[in-house]
């Protein structure tokens, strides 16, 4: 079993390794369940090793937990070229590949929310592109509830939001 661990975690940090953004949660366990390498479960138990031994570094969210690679992680995977097969990194590759516009755009938009000192809640919602933001929008709400519809309608009808504002704007 440990030996099959390692070569989750490997084909994890292999993942992060390709890609010049974030993945999320979501997005690795997609992937890794969507060719049925495992369970749902052990997989997010190699994500908390890989923390823990911080060879990936994690952005969270209220909806999501985003992860990279760090240095370590990088030297980590330099250790084991040939513990990850031909056709795994070719099964990653064309799934990126095939999703790549999805995987990014998913990165780029960005809604999250705290509360506030006044017991009210701000909702912040953005959109980058290179991480340069586009819009980055802070709106506070009086219940927790507000604010998580908020997000939630952001992930949905952010491009419908910010071209109503750029088109009120440049009136």
Known sequence: MAEAL???KLIILYMLDRVDFPLTNTQISNFILEKEYTSYFTLQQVISELLSAELVGAESTHNNT???ITAAGRETLSFFPDKISNAI???VISYFHAHQMELKQ???ILANFYKATDQSYVARCQIK???IPLIDLSL???SREQAEAICQNW???NEEVYGYLLDLLLR
């Open 6 to 8: 390692t070569q989750y």
């Open 66 to 68: 985003r992860y990279h």
């Open 89 to 91: 990194k070719e099964d």
């Open 106 to 108: 998913e990165i780029h």
């Open 129 to 131: 592109e290179n991480a």
């Open 140 to 142: 506070k709400t009086g």
């Open 155 to 157: 992930q949905r009808q």
